[in-house]
């Protein structure tokens, strides 16, 4: 039965780049076919729980300003915050959701309590996954709102709160499985310090790694097919966070024999606050073989803040499709709009201004960056930068067998004198905004 919450507005359809429609879609045409499959298998677009349905508009000046129907601690509310939720990814006509375990339900008077929360809520997820269709892109467990984790989940100094965090792990990684979820994400915003005073990282990062091995482990015996995900971000909550970025992360893993076992979900503004770019945390995790899924969204840059705003710049973000096509594609990943509508925003259309707004930027983008490829005019340009590779005493100098004096020998012998070459930054540049 439906809530009412949306009033008579009508599922968002696609109406071309020339509609006046404000509750269109003039980009994302989710059944167009380009390079071999659709905008929807290609993007996987995902609403999240937490922004549209948790969150209740509160900034650290200032008092909630949403009011919902959903606002209150019961199962009853849980309930009736999933019946709209479900209404939304539907209105949206997107196929995926994201949640963390206590976005949808309450913790309760005890662990016991939250377990038997989680266990009936997923239940109910199942009825509406089936009515609906909208399946699951990931879930995870919030291991950092609540004051038992301020000073860390699995890197806490009170082996206790190392016990909770694996618990809920537990049964947020067994919710996922049962809802048939493409993957389950691990984000550490605790799992970090403040201070290297109060602070024994040598003993955390064994902590958090010994932490993740149990994951997979467990992922396996349990059954659960999909993959897991680590987001990194480099500070906010904590001063500092292990799970710097894609690179940190890599080694990470590599350090603790993960890195076939895990991959990353990449979030826009995070990359921003490493001091990167998202297309060069995206091309890292592709050229490392662990680009698993991004988190759509963008800073306000001025701010310095992860402000989780909606995308709106496509051609920004042309690089990044970029690399997605180009090593590719998300394969079980996808665009999870881990984003948010500002709060003086209060309405329930806002919502769905919000992700309507983002998934056209992203699909404009995607079908850029397929253009881009498809005209071949870029990938040609790279090629001939490097086409000096091609040579066969380049490629020997590569071979196991090449040494440094060896080369020496050559260049003496050979009279080297390399010529600088333009890198032709500004025609290239030029070339891409062609495609927007
Ligand atoms: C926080 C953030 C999280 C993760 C899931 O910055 O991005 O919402 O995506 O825990
Ligand atoms: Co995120």
């Keep these: 039965m439906a809530t009412g919450f949306f009033g008579d507005i009508a599922p968002i359809r696609y109406e071309g780049s020339t509609s006046e429609n404000p509750l269109a879609y003039r980009h994302y045409d989710a059944t167009r076919v380009v390079m071999g499959k659709t905008l929807a298998e290609h993007l996987r677009p995902a609403v999240c729980y937490w922004h549209n349905f948790a969150w209740a508009g509160s900034d650290m000046f200032g008092l909630p300003t949403f009011e919902r129907p959903w606002f209150a601690e019961t199962m009853a509310a849980a309930r009736v915050k999933a019946d709209v939720a479900f209404e939304m990814f539907s209105l ?13 339900v309450p913790e309760g008077a005890s662990f016991g309590d939250f377990t038997r929360n989680l266990a009936e809520i997923t239940e109910y997820f199942q009825d509406k996954i089936k009515e609906t269709g909208v399946k699951l892109l990931w879930g995870t467990a919030n291991l950092f709102s609540h004051p038992r984790y301020m000073s860390g989940a699995a890197t806490n100094p009170d082996p206790d709160v190392f016990a909770y965090a694996a618990a809920q792990v537990k049964n947020a990684l067994d919710a996922t499985a049962k809802l048939g979820g493409a993957n389950y994400v691990l984000w550490g915003g605790r799992e970090g310090y403040e201070t290297l005073l ?10 958090l790694g010994r932490f993740l091995s149990m994951v997979v482990e467990y992922k396996h015996r349990s059954g659960f097919k999909g993959t897991l995900l680590i987001e990194p971000k480099p500070q906010e909550p904590t001063k500092h966070q292990y799970d710097y970025d894609v690179s940190t992360v890599y080694g990470f893993l590599q350090r603790f024999g993960l890195e076939k076992e895990v991959k990353v979900n990449v979030e826009v503004g995070h990359a921003y606050l490493a001091k990167h770019s998202f297309e ?3 091309a890292t995790a592709a ?10 969204n963008r800073n306000d840059l001025q701010s310095g803040w992860d402000t989780d705003q909606f995308p709106n710049n496509a051609a920004e973000l042309i690089p990044s499709m970029y690399a997605i096509l180009r090593s590719g594609g998300l394969g079980n990943g996808g665009f999870n709009f881990d984003a948010k509508v500002r709060r003086q925003s209060i309405d329930p259309v806002d919502l769905l201004y919000g992700h309507i707004g983002g998934l056209d930027i992203c699909a404009q983008a995607l079908l850029a960056a397929a253009r881009l490829i498809e005209d071949g005019k870029f990938d040609a340009f790279l090629s001939e930068r490097y086409s000096g590779w091609a040579n066969p005493k380049a490629q020997a100098m590569l071979a196991p067998d090449a040494t440094l004096d060896g080369i020496a020998a050559r260049v003496g012998a050979e009279g080297l004198d390399p010529k600088p070459r333009s890198g032709r930054q500004e025609w290239v540049e030029n070339l891409i905004n062609r495609y927007v």
């Design 92 to 104: 949206l006509g997107v196929p995926y959701f994201t949640f963390h375990d206590r976005d949808v």
């Design 198 to 207: 109060n602070t024994d990282m040598k003993r955390e990062i064994n902590q």
């Design 280 to 282: 060069h945390e995206v």
């Design 287 to 296: 050229s490392l073989g662990i680009l698993g899924s991004v988190d759509a």
